[in-house]
């Protein structure tokens, strides 16, 4: 009894036929998994932010607070 012998004549291409459309299906899901699961919900929270967001108001909690050298508070 004699075991047949491994078919290694065309075995990478043979394989890559099976696992490169695979792989190149898999990466495009898991970019659209990333864009529409983290990307897009930060994008949204972003602009809900600054549609609320008042600079001036952010800049005299500041000043009256101390933060900044150059400006001193209202109080002295």
């Known amino acids: ?15 890559l036929r099976f696992h490169l459309p695979i792989a190149f299906a898999l990466s495009l899901v898991a970019a659209a998994a990333f864009k529409y699961g983290v990307t897009e919900p930060r994008k949204q929270a972003y602009a809900d932010f600054y549609k609320q967001y008042d600079a001036t108001k952010e800049f005299n909690n500041m000043r009256e607070a101390g933060i900044f050298q150059s400006v001193r508070p209202t109080g002295e």
């Open 1 to 15: 009894m004699s075991l047949a012998k491994p078919a290694m004549r065309g075995l990478l291409g043979k394989r």
